[in-house]
């Protein structure tokens, strides 16, 4: 089932002339992963702001057509409900810090207080997700005084210490070194295990290759390519439609251009490897064969060696595939 369904969706900002979504329709459903990719401007983050309520009841602006989340209209939901419902992680991290709390503990701790969750669990939540987000270090600084990175972690920490079933993350690496990124990916990864609804946009198109089930291309407001990851990532229309493909789908394709195909195009490093290895595998043994049936001698060889009956292949065959007789 549907848990955001967008009919026709279609946004305009106050003030502005262009609308920055343009009948934008897709089904979201439960405990999956969609990646959002795009070129700057394209309608991503406004996409996010719409499928977490922000659009019409914080940006109001002129909202035609359905957003529909878990059954209700999006009009019709209470903004406290529904920011309980879907965690939300802001594209600047400096929007998401509160600027009210003195430490990193009490901002992450913030909206687990505003629930009313008992201390100790409080404690225990906290800690954990710190932990996990390596910033154990700084529970005790000043959340104003955090590099741009540490604050992406800490905004990040503050949305998954609330558990939300839907997460929507909105470039959570754009501050963070490979590896804070790979961190920030194996957190998103274990909440997806954990059969989390995840929406992330973001930039890094090898990661999302390797993790996301689906795909939506956002170009001018509107949904431009959209379905499961292998098909969308391995499509070189895409490049067109302002996003970009992950390497190994670009190496697939200059194999194709080479005359050497694989025999379909990867959208990771593994894929390729496999892809590549089967490759090497089937050109190995029609060299092979080539060579062998090149000489009188070769030839007989190569028919001892493939016929059914042949004391060779009897060998091989014998107690697999019946025809082969038992040798002499
Ligand atoms: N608060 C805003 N007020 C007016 N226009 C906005 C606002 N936020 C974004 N826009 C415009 O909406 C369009 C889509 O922007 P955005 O959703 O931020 O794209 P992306 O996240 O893909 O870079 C852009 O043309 C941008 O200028
Ligand atoms: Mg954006």
């Given at each position: 089932?549907?848990?955001?369904?967008?009919?026709?969706?279609?946004?305009?900002?106050?003030?502005t002339k262009e609308p920055?979504?343009?009948?934008?329709?897709?089904?979201?459903?439960?405990?999956?992963?969609?990646?959002?990719?795009?070129?700057?401007?394209?309608?991503?983050?406004?996409?996010?702001?719409?499928?977490?309520?922000?659009?019409?009841?914080?940006?109001?602006?002129?909202?035609?057509?359905?957003?529909?989340?878990?059954?209700?209209?999006?009009?019709?939901?209470?903004?406290?409900?529904i920011s309980a419902q879907?965690?939300?992680?802001?594209?600047?991290?400096?929007?998401?810090?509160?600027?009210?709390?003195?430490?990193?503990?009490?901002?992450?701790?913030?909206?687990?207080?505003?629930?009313?969750?008992?201390?100790?669990?409080?404690?225990?939540?906290?800690?954990?997700?710190?932990?996990?987000?390596?910033?154990?270090?700084?529970?005790?600084?000043?959340?104003?005084?955090?590099?741009?990175?540490?604050?992406?972690?800490?905004?990040?920490?503050?949305?998954?210490?609330?558990?939300?079933?839907?997460?929507?993350?909105?470039?959570?690496?754009?501050?963070?070194?490979?590896?804070?990124?790979?961190?920030?990916?194996?957190?998103?990864?274990?909440?997806?295990?954990?059969?989390?609804?995840?929406?992330?946009?973001?930039?890094?198109?090898?990661?999302?290759?390797?993790?996301?089930?689906?795909?939506?291309?956002?170009?001018?407001?509107?949904?431009?390519?959209?379905?499961?990851?292998?098909?969308?990532?391995?499509?070189?229309?895409?490049?067109?439609?302002?996003?970009?493909?992950?390497?190994?789908?670009?190496?697939?394709?200059?194999?194709?251009?080479?005359?050497?195909?694989?025999?379909?195009?990867?959208?990771?490093?593994?894929?390729?490897?496999?892809?590549?290895?089967?490759?090497?595998?089937?050109?190995?043994?029609?060299?092979?064969?080539?060579?062998?049936?090149?000489?009188?001698?070769?030839?007989?060889?190569?028919?001892?060696?493939?016929?059914?009956?042949?004391?060779?292949?009897?060998?091989?065959?014998?107690?697999?595939?019946?025809?082969?007789?038992?040798?002499?």
């Amino acid at each position: 089932m549907a848990f955001i369904e967008l009919k026709n969706a279609t946004y305009k900002y106050p003030y502005t002339k262009e609308p920055a979504l343009k009948d934008v329709s897709y089904s979201f459903e439960k405990g999956k992963f969609y990646g959002i990719i795009g070129e700057n401007g394209g309608g991503k983050t406004t996409l996010c702001n719409l499928m977490r309520g922000l659009i019409p009841h914080f940006y109001l602006g002129k909202l035609t057509g359905e957003a529909i989340i878990d059954g209700v209209d999006v009009r019709e939901w209470d903004t406290a409900e529904i920011s309980a419902q879907i965690g939300y992680v802001f594209q600047n991290p400096f929007t998401q810090i509160s600027g009210i709390k003195e430490t990193v503990f009490e901002e992450v701790a913030m909206g687990l207080e505003n629930l009313g969750v008992p201390k100790d669990e409080i404690l225990d939540r906290v800690c954990q997700v710190c932990r996990q987000l390596k910033i154990e270090d700084l529970i005790k600084n000043n959340p104003n005084e955090l590099s741009g990175g540490q604050r992406q972690r800490v905004a990040f920490a503050s949305i998954i210490v609330m558990d939300p079933e839907t997460l929507i993350i909105d470039e959570p690496t754009s501050q963070l070194d490979p590896e804070g990124t790979e961190d920030v990916f194996e957190i998103i990864h274990t909440l997806k295990g954990r059969g989390k609804t995840l929406v992330l946009v973001e930039h890094k198109i090898d990661l999302i290759a390797e993790y996301c089930d689906e795909i939506l291309v956002m170009q001018h407001g509107s949904i431009a390519a959209s379905g499961p990851t292998k098909k969308i990532l391995s499509d070189l229309s895409v490049l067109d439609k302002g996003a970009m493909l992950p390497g190994a789908a670009i190496f697939g394709h200059e194999m194709q251009r080479a005359g050497k195909p694989l025999r379909e195009i990867p959208i990771t490093v593994d894929e390729a490897a496999a892809l590549v290895a089967e490759r090497g595998k089937a050109e190995w043994q029609s060299r092979l064969k080539t060579r062998a049936l090149a000489t009188p001698t070769g030839l007989r060889r190569w028919r001892t060696l493939t016929s059914p009956y042949s004391p060779a292949s009897g060998w091989r065959l014998w107690g697999r595939t019946a025809p082969a007789r038992p040798p002499a």
